[in-house]
């Protein structure tokens, strides 16, 4: 599997970063950090592109997409489950007070909206699992496969050849969990309600991805931790938060 554990990225405007922070409520520091882990390697596929960010919650991958350059961004948040309540009313008071005239929101379910202009890149940062909310095993249900193949066929549908998507979930199969009890340090996450990397990683190879990258979480304390943690079996028996990238095949 290809895996990209270095790379350089250009940062946005800092002053604008800086004030996106403040908006949002978030440690600007801890901001960047999550950005930079989540886009890692895809970051230069924002400039220019017409982006779709699904789940977007107060906007933070919207907004920092659009920082990026990136010429449109179509954010989605029906503020279901998954969601922080209020979130929609902050991303528009984000929009207008720092001019973000190329986003824009749409408060609907992902699998009702579409349109006949594709995208460029599709973002997912902690809403694959929630579109089609299931506490079952795809790997063992194939009525829940069925419900989760539907989503990522939809994915596929709004995505230009050669596009790309980036993902963000936590294993639905962890030491603490397997053994009956919360994660101590998830302890908020009911990992009966995700699904683990390779479900997603195959479910769009059937949909004609391929290229794949990803990486495992690192707390942005913890940036010495890189090597330790940022594998499979270390975040077997901590976070087991992934982030899975991969690009849409051009067609045969």
């Known amino acids: 599997m290809k895996r990209h554990n270095t790379y350089t990225i250009k940062e946005p405007d800092q002053d604008k970063i800086r004030t996106l922070a403040e908006f949002l409520g978030r440690p600007q520091h801890k901001l960047v950090w999550n950005m930079r882990h989540f886009f890692g390697s895809y970051l230069p596929y924002l400039?220019?592109?017409?982006?779709?960010d699904v789940g977007?919650?107060?906007?933070?991958?919207?907004?920092?997409?659009?920082?990026?350059?990136a010429k449109e961004i179509v954010a989605?948040?029906?503020?279901a489950a998954g969601s922080s309540h209020g979130s929609s009313k902050v991303f528009m008071d984000v929009r207008e007070n720092m001019g973000f005239t190329q986003c824009s929101l749409k408060q609907m379910d992902f699998m009702e909206y579409t349109t006949d202009t594709l995208f460029?890149?599709?973002?997912?940062y902690n809403s694959i699992n929630h579109i089609?909310?299931?506490?079952?095993?795809?790997?063992?249900?194939?009525?829940?496969?069925?419900?989760?193949?539907?989503v990522v066929?939809?994915?596929?549908?709004?995505?230009?050849?050669?596009?790309?998507v980036i993902l963000c979930d936590c294993n639905r199969n962890n030491f603490f969990d397997d053994l009956g009890f919360r994660?101590?340090?998830?302890?908020?996450?009911?990992?009966?309600?995700?699904?683990?990397?390779?479900?997603?990683?195959?479910?769009?190879?059937?949909?004609?991805?391929?290229?794949?990258?990803?990486?495992?979480?690192?707390?942005?304390m913890l940036p010495w931790a890189g090597h330790l943690l940022d594998n499979p079996i270390s975040n077997y028996f901590t976070f087991g938060y992934f982030v899975l990238r991969g690009e849409k095949k051009l067609p045969v």
């Not at 400039?47 to 779709?52: K, P």
């Not at 066929?153 to 790309?164: A, E, F, N, T, V």
């Open 76 to 79: 989605i948040e029906p503020e």
């Open 153 to 164: 066929s939809h994915i596929s549908q709004l995505l230009k050849p050669q596009g790309r």
């Open 56 to 69: 977007c919650g107060k906007g933070a991958t919207t907004f920092y997409t659009a920082l990026c350059g």
């Open 120 to 124: 460029d890149v599709i973002l997912l």
């Open 183 to 220: 994660n101590p340090l998830t302890r908020t996450v009911n990992r009966k309600k995700h699904q683990n990397l390779r479900v997603w990683r195959s479910l769009l190879s059937e949909h004609d991805f391929g290229n794949f990258c990803h990486n495992w979480y690192i707390p942005y």
């Open 47 to 52: 400039s220019n592109a017409r982006v779709l």
């Open 132 to 150: 089609r909310e299931t506490t079952l095993d795809v790997q063992k249900s194939p009525t829940a496969y069925q419900s989760q193949k539907q």
